[in-house]
């Protein structure tokens, strides 16, 4: 019997970041479209569905042929996680009579490079172990914060999570510490020429 295993593809319509980024015209088509393009080409996806809090990216997931979960608002915020998206989809999917899920694939819309080979690939080691499967890159940037380390069987952050706030606004930016030592570095320099 042929798993069943959903393609979820998160996609809020708020963005501090990049105002409205997942609707957004990427090489002539909105970003969305690229997650569910990839999804709609890849065999082992059986279903696909798009949970959001934006009525044009609803529009958008319903123009391209796939499921819709409406997300309440309450889960849809900048620090809301991921994972109470997930469980919220999977509970409505469950409660208008789709099958349990023999497994997930969470498909963000900010990877538009990923191909539906890709993700048939991804789906095939999960259903080797039922092990998760955690897609990573060559890091370019080496910022502390945004790099793992591998515990074992599961990757641990470097940095530990900020609790004050959320996201990449707590993270450490590049500019505001090259700032910071530019203005330390005047402000040394008129120390030392004030002394002299």
Known sequence: MRPEILALIPARGGSKGVPHKNRRLVAGKPLI???IDSAQ???RITRIAVTT???EIAAIARDAGVMVVDRPAEIAADQSPVIDAVRHALGTLRERGLP??????LLQPTSPLR???DIDRAVDLYLHDRNPVCSVYRCEDNHPARMYSIDGQRLK???P???ACGGRTCRPSTTATARSMSSASARSSRAKSSHR
């Open 161 to 163: 999570e900020p609790t």
């Open 115 to 117: 191909t539906g080979e």
């Open 41 to 43: 080409t890849a065999g």
């Open 33 to 35: 479209r690229y997650s």
């Open 53 to 55: 809090d934006d009525p």
């Open 100 to 105: 349990e899920f023999d497994g997930v694939a």
């Open 157 to 159: 952050p470097l940095m």
